[in-house]
Nanobody, 121 residues
């Protein structure tokens, strides 16, 4: 069983930046990624990254502001969020998979505890 631990959330003003981290333990990791869930909304895909090649995928509307990276030896994935907007306010969750892709939240059962990101206007 994989254990996921997220960190890095917080309160930031619009236009600011945050960097989220998620570390996985318990098995070999092939891909990791992020979802987010705003109050009253469904959990939505943010980004994913392969641990075996250079593939990384960002949700189209977030390209140019969000970036995903990894630290292989640490089984850790990062989400760099720049020029944050109030609509980015959500709980951000990380997860893992065998294949990198444009994921659907319904396909996942294992999540980290989530980290709150709040962007004030």
């Amino acid at each position: 069983q994989v254990h996921l631990v997220e960190s890095g959330g917080g309160l930031v003003q619009a236009g600011g930046s945050l960097r989220l981290s998620c570390t996985a333990s318990g098995r070999t990791i092939y891909a990791m990624g992020w979802f987010r869930q705003a109050p009253g909304k469904e959990r939505e895909f943010v980004a994913s990254i392969s641990f075996y090649d250079t593939t990384r995928i960002i949700e189209n509307s977030l390209k140019g502001r969000f970036a995903i990276s990894r630290a292989d030896t640490l089984n850790t994935v990062y989400l760099q969020m720049n020029n944050l907007k109030p609509e980015d306010t959500a709980i951000y969750y990380c997860t893992y998979a065998d294949v990198v892709g444009y994921w659907n939240a319904d396909d996942f059962r294992s999540w980290g505890q989530g980290t709150q990101v709040t962007v004030s206007s």
